[in-house]
């Protein structure tokens, strides 16, 4: 790797195509190879502390304090916590934690937008990437939810609960990667683990996860737009040094691993709650978007959990409904405050006594585009609708649907080219991640 760099700085700074003199090319080596070894020195030692050195920002009454939080094997994992300013010595809150590998420092302004709503109605949230991602340490983890992901999340729950600060009690909530290792934690039930909300998740990787539904490649494996936010203006420096390239050059591309896991089974099952759902045994707040490819696990969720339960169908992406695709959006954060005062703070705060079920029923709309999405909003106590009844519709000769049966017809064949724009099979798994990748110039 040092060769190859020290020949790229010959060719970008010497502007060689090809060398004209021995000699020159020597001095020039020793000349890059110089400056490469006093810029990875610098790298590794700086870089590699500047995780514990960052000093803490206070902006708006909230304070973000940059930490680490040790594992049992001497790894760390990095941690970004937000607090309230203004609090007294002896104050303590309860913690949401987010835990997730999307680097925990990335479009921090419209995280510090999201987590304020929180903060400022008595809570602390971290934000702390998972081993081997972002600023932690440790080796990148050989694919998806491993038990590793898992175990590190037991012990950041547990150490978070030990907090001077805290109340002993720790909520979870994310969106994607965040949702399906809420509802994993869940599974796993560390006691100070209290309550979660988990946003545009599934509770069945083998038949819904984005790298391989049913064991066929999809979106994951050919997505543009990752490769477009992958070219996009990097976030701040992270601990890029030798052992950062050779951890991921050792570990084997997750393609190769899911084209092994073609049939549901162990692999698949060790972190999919359909396996057992009576192993969630804390109250669980499920939010899904019919545009989003993980719509079907909110209404099973809602039937077959045993633990409280409450879900909102919305008509969106991946994304959060505060920042809808398509709109209209909502306020979720009102709804997860709410769902935390009552299991984290033990408010009464009315939300049990309400219907379980919020689900967003779409209008038709001509065929165009989907910005926003015409309907309506209705509330259930739970699914499947016990007034719900189904009816037989049946063809008839003159292209219509009746209830009646059909007693004849003209002998011609006519073909129907089914695209629903309403109900559980609209759409389709088109519009994933919406308008992506997202205008990132604010956080710039």
């Not at 995280?111 to 008595?122: D, E, P």
């Not at 994310?174 to 988990?198: D, E, Y």
């Not at 398509?326 to 984290?344: Q, T």
């Amino acid at each position: 790797m040092l060769q190859r760099r020290v020949q790229t700085l010959n060719m970008k700074e010497g502007k060689l195509s090809k060398p004209k003199k021995e000699i020159l090319m020597v001095r020039n080596m020793r000349r890059s190879l110089l400056i490469t070894l006093s810029l990875a020195l610098l790298i590794t030692t700086t870089v590699a502390n500047s995780q514990s050195r960052l000093p803490n920002v206070t902006h708006e009454g909230i304070e973000i304090k940059e930490i680490w939080i040790p594992m049992p094997d001497g790894v760390r994992l990095a941690a970004s916590l937000f607090m309230p300013a203004d609090r007294k010595a002896t104050a303590k809150f309860p913690v949401l934690l987010e835990y997730l590998p999307y680097r925990k420092d990335e479009s921090r302004k419209g995280r510090f937008a999201q987590f304020s709503y929180f903060i400022s109605r008595g809570y602390v949230v971290a934000r702390v990437d998972i081993r081997g991602s972002g600023t932690s340490e440790g080796k990148l983890i050989e694919y998806e939810y491993t038990d590793q992901e898992q175990e590190d999340g037991e012990v950041v729950i547990d150490w978070l609960s030990k907090q001077a600060w805290s109340t002993g009690k720790v909520g979870m909530f994310g969106i994607s990667w965040g949702a399906f290792n809420s509802i994993q934690m869940a599974m796993r039930n560390p006691s100070a683990l209290k309550a979660i909300v988990a946003i545009m998740g599934t509770d069945d990787l083998f038949r819904d996860d984005v790298h391989f539904i049913d064991g066929m490649m999809h979106v994951d494996s050919y997505e543009f737009g990752q490769d477009i936010a992958n070219i996009l203006p990097a976030p701040p420096d992270y601990v890029i040094d030798e052992a950062y390239f050779r951890d991921r050059f050792d570990t084997e591309p997750w393609l190769l691993i899911y084209k092994r896991q073609q049939h549901d089974g162990p692999f698949w099952n060790r972190a999919s709650l359909n396996s057992d759902y009576s192993s969630i045994k804390i109250p669980t707040f499920v939010i899904g978007g019919w545009y989003d490819g993980y719509r079907d696990s909110v209404p099973r969720m809602l039937e077959k959990l045993e633990a409280p339960v409450k879900g909102i169908m919305g008509p969106w992406a991946h994304t959060l409904p505060n920042f809808p695709y398509p709109k209209p959006g909502m306020e979720w954060r009102h709804e997860a405050v709410r769902w935390f005062d009552h299991w984290l703070k033990g408010d009464d705060t009315g939300i049990m006594d309400e219907p379980r079920f919020a689900v967003y029923v779409r209008e038709w709309h001509p065929p165009g585009a989907v910005d926003k999405v015409p309907g309506y909003w209705r509330w259930e106590d739970g699914w499947p609708i016990e007034r719900t009844k189904k009816l037989a519709l049946y063809a008839h000769a003159d292209h219509t649907l009746s209830s009646a049966k059909s007693v004849g017809g003209d002998g011609q064949t006519h073909k129907l080219r089914y695209l629903p724009t309403v109900g559980v099979e609209a759409s389709g798994n088109v519009n994933w991640w919406g308008d992506f990748p997202w205008d990132q110039r604010g956080t710039d």
